[in-house]
Each structure stands twice: as C-alpha cells, then as structure tokens.
C-alpha cells in the first residue's frame, strides 16, 4: 500500500509541473464557465440578450405611437436606434428610406415601422411593418418573441384609441362620448372606483386588457389581440438563401476546426527541432525567413482546402449555395486560412513546447470561437464582450462568410473585412517572426 500512495504522490507531483495539464484541467473550464454564465445571465437580474440593434421610424403623430416607442426602448434586450447621419452630418430622424441600406450594411438587422396609419387607418386594428435581415437564426427567433411580448403589453391601449378614433369617425363624437359616460357610470356603479378616473381611461384607449395581454403573451388574450394588429413582414436580405442556418453554422464550424489544425502543424516545428531537422536546412542556402515562409504557405494551402472541403460539404449535405460565389468565397476563405495560419505559428514563437503549444491553443481557440461568434449570437453576450468579440479572427471571418453567401455583397462591399483579416495577419506575422528571431527554436 506504502509503494501505491508513493506512486500517487508522483503522479500527482508530474501533474503540478506540467503547466499545459493544469491549465486544460482547471483554467480553460473555469473561463468557459465564466463565459457561458455571461451569455446566459446566470445570477443576473434581467438575463437574456442585451443591446440587439433595433431600428424604430416613427411616422405616427399620434401620441399612442410615442408611448410604443418608449416601451421598445425599456425593453433591455433592445438598443433602439431612432436617429441617423451620414458623412458628418447631424443626426436626423430615421426615415422607412433609410432602413434597407443599412440594413444590408449590416448596421442593425432588425427594424419596426410605425406608419402615419397606424391608428386610425381603415379598418379597427392597428397597422405596424417590421424588416429583418435575419442572418443568424437563433438572433432572429429571439427577437421576434421579445417583439411580439411588448406588442401585446403596449398594443392594447393603442388599439382602444384606434378604437375610439374608428367609432368618432363612424357615429359621431358626442355619441361616443355619451356611451363611454354611461359605461362608466354603470361600472362604478356595480364595481365600484371613481367615474372620472374610469372614464378618462375608457377615452385613452385603456379597457384593462394591458396586464391581462403582457402577463398572457402566449394565451387567448395575445391569440386575441394578434387578430386585430396588422403586422406587414419584409426580410431585407437572404430570400434566396436555399439552407440559412448551414450557411451560417457551415463557416463557423469551420473556422474552430481550421485553426485547431493550422495550431497542430505549428506544433510540428518543435518536432523538426527536436530532431535537428532545421539545422540541416540551414546549414544549406536557405535562410529562417525562408523556413519561416514555407510554413505559413503550407498553412494558407492547407487552410483553403480545408474551408473548401467543409463548404463543398455544406453544399452537398445541406444544400448551401458555393458555386454562385465562389470567387469571393476563394478570397475570404484565403484571407481567413492566413490570418489562421499567423495565429498558430506565433504559438509557435513564444512558446517553448508542443505540449504548451497544444495546451495555449486549446485555450484560445475556444475563446475566440464561443465570443467570435462560432457557437451563438454575439448579441446574446454582454456588451463588453461584444466589443472583444470584434478583436478576434474569428468574427471577421464569420463576417466575411455571412457578407459572401447571405448578404451576396460585392467585391466592394468585402475589401474591408478582407481587409481586416490582412491586417490582423500582417500584425500577428510581425511579432512571429520577431519571437522566433530571438527564440532558440533554430538553435
């Protein structure tokens, strides 16, 4: 038994030395659980999604549509976003003109219209227009619930307005008047409470269905208030899209298993190292740059096929569109494949092990894959990490996926997200090559 616990003891003893075995074990499990209980509000006192970009034009002068606007905007899941500018110029109110571009843009991708109708239109309902541009889902189910609840806890008093509005039009307002007097008067009367106060409220539009509406959303009182809102949908972007969710998941998949290989084939330098390879080359005429070169190639080469092969398999699987844009899809996927590339050979730099290699890329790799954008909505995370997000490799190639096939953007319109993956290379590619200068990786 004495031999046995020895043996535990030194099993125990390798373990606190190995630092990549104790960083898999205990910190990477405690950043995604940290992680995870930001996204999903644990402890939170409003959990859920915050800061979702909505767009509200307000056509409507009818103070009714003011207060709908206001309860968009305590709804926390909402950054409602009312005004616009361009080129320097002050900012104005949104206009229905406004919003297809920028929603292809991207600027937001979620819109509510109020029209000049919208109480007291024809008929007795009331008449609303939502756009979306619904790139992910997931985002856009959530949002079209959290719309639907403050619909139905806002819209009853608006449609007891477009009530009252349609019954002055049709009868007259002083036989209006004269009804809501009597019913006010016959509730007092039976229910009790002030006259006055009920029949302000039955002239407001306010018939008590408010509480009954936003506590029941799913009930008879929101079955029955859906029947008399007129809601017109639009989606701005992605008609045409044959398989929407494979063609957003596809990509992000895709990007976690590139950058776990590209990290891999890093790892071999140590491998080269360890077995003198690299002195060999350099006692001929090749230089480190050249060495240094041939692996980002390597990975670049290897980082395209790889893309190309899960989105071939996308398209035979699920039906995702390729060979309409497949030129563009050639260049983020390359652009994507070098910033991959940068990214594990500067593991390789300023590490000292494969094991430690493996260990740190572990790490990051879910890091930038679970806030970049690969595994949920960015919007459903806090808003500090939906400013990190924009920092990581991963969001830019997401991005640059859903711009090619669900936006169909244009050369133009893609040159800055390719852009920005270049840039990221070239920075990451900068400090590589100076770690490996002074690295003894070539010794």
């Known amino acids: 038994m004495n031999f046995i616990l020895a043996l535990v003891r030194k099993d125990f003893a390798l373990f606190r030395r190995d630092r990549t075995a104790l960083a898999l074990t205990f910190v990477i499990p405690f950043g995604l659980i940290y992680l995870f209980g930001q996204i999903f509000g644990v402890n939170q006192k409003d959990p859920g999604p915050k800061g979702i970009r909505l767009a509200v034009v307000n056509e409507c002068a009818d103070p009714g549509a ?18 616009f500018s361009h080129a320097g ?11 297809r571009p920028l929603m292809r843009a991207d600027e937001f991708r979620f819109a509510v219209v109020l029209p000049s109708d919208m109480i007291g239109g024809s008929g007795a309902g009331l008449r609303l227009k939502i756009l ?6 997931i985002e856009a189910q959530m ?25 002055r039009a049709t009868v007259g307002t002083e036989r209006v008047d004269r009804f809501d007097r009597r019913m006010a008067d016959a509730i007092a009367d039976t229910y009790g409470g002030d006259r006055d106060r009920i029949l302000s409220d039955m002239q407001a539009g306010n018939f008590g269905l408010s509480s009954r509406a936003g506590a029941g959303g799913s009930g008879t009182s929101a079955d029955a208030m859906s029947r008399f809102i007129r809601i017109e949908r639009e989606q701005v972007a992605g008609n045409d899209v044959l398989s929407p969710t494979a063609t957003l998941l596809v990509g992000g998949w895709a990007m976690q298993f590139l950058l776990f290989a590209v990290s891999t084939s890093a790892a071999a330098l140590f491998y080269e190292r360890d077995r003198g390879l690299f002195q060999r080359l350099l006692s001929a005429p090749v230089s480190r740059a050249d060495v240094l070169w041939s692996k980002f190639i390597y990975g670049i080469c290897l980082g395209l096929i790889q893309l190309m092969v899960l989105f071939l398999a996308g398209h035979i699987l699920f039906g995702i569109d390729i060979q309409h844009h497949l030129p563009l899809l050639l260049l983020v996927c390359t652009a994507a494949a070098a910033a991959c590339t940068s990214f594990g050979l500067l593991l390789a730099a300023i590490v000292s092990s494969p094991d430690a290699a493996r260990g740190l890329a572990t790490f990051v790799i879910l890091i930038m894959s679970a806030i970049g954008g690969a595994w949920f909505p960015i919007s459903f995370m806090p808003e500090f990490i939906q400013h990190l997000s924009r920092l990581t490799l991963v969001y830019w190639a997401m991005e640059g996926f859903s711009q090619v096939l669900w936006s169909h ?13 270049a840039g990221i290379t070239a920075v990451v590619m900068s400090i590589a090559w100076w770690n490996f200068r002074r690295g003894k990786i070539f010794d």
């Open 66 to 83: 003011g207060q709908l606007v206001a309860a968009l905007q305590q709804e926390h899941a909402f950054h409602v976003v009312t005004t």
């Open 89 to 99: 110029s002050p900012d104005r109110p949104l206009t229905e003109a406004d919003l």
């Open 409 to 421: 953007a244009s050369l133009g319109e893609l040159l800055p997200t390719v852009g920005v993956l």
């Open 143 to 167: 949002v079209n619930g959290l719309l639907q609840r403050t619909l139905f806890t806002a819209v009853p008093q608006l449609f007891g307005q477009a009530l009252q509005n349609r019954a």
């Open 132 to 137: 979306t541009n619904p790139r992910n889902e």
